[in-house]
């Protein structure tokens, strides 16, 4: 059985710090991309983040570029999303996700391709 779980949302002030994890089992972590998205109320899904679990390769959109830095253990089977200078546009629901990718992060794109899902995480940041 495929999961994803992901922790560390919670309520910070602007200027703040987060540190997002997401666990996965139930498939091979080297064959998949694995990252963020993220949905604001009446906001579409944004991709946030992602990193290959081939090739360790990462990507990041413009919004998080600078503040947030993906990282992974591949022996523990955990991507990590530290978030830092933390700013109110940036509350959201996060969802850990992950796409078969066995070569870099080519598959992983818009949400309609993601193979799996986590459930969401909150994160609040106030001003």
């Known amino acids: 059985e495929v999961q994803l779980q992901a922790s560390g949302g919670g309520l910070v002030q602007a200027g703040g710090s987060l540190r997002l994890s997401c666990v996965v089992s139930?498939?091979?972590?080297?064959?998949?991309?694995i990252g963020w998205f993220r949905q604001a109320p009446g906001k579409e899904r944004e991709r946030v983040s992602a990193?290959?679990?081939?090739?360790?390769?990462?990507s990041y959109s413009d919004s998080v570029k600078g503040r947030f830095t993906i990282s992974s253990d591949n022996v523990k089977n955990t991507v990590f999303l530290q978030m830092n200078s933390l700013q109110p546009e940036d509350t959201a629901v996060y969802y850990c996700?992950?796409?078969?990718?066995?070569?870099?992060?080519?598959?992983?794109?818009?949400?309609?391709?993601?193979?799996?899902w986590g459930k969401g995480t909150q994160v609040t940041v106030s001003s």
């Open positions: 139930g498939f091979t972590f080297d064959d998949y991309a």
């Open positions: 990193i290959s679990g081939s090739d360790g390769s990462t």
């Open positions: 996700a992950a796409v078969f990718s066995p070569i870099g992060l080519a598959g992983f794109r818009v949400y309609a391709d993601m193979d799996y």
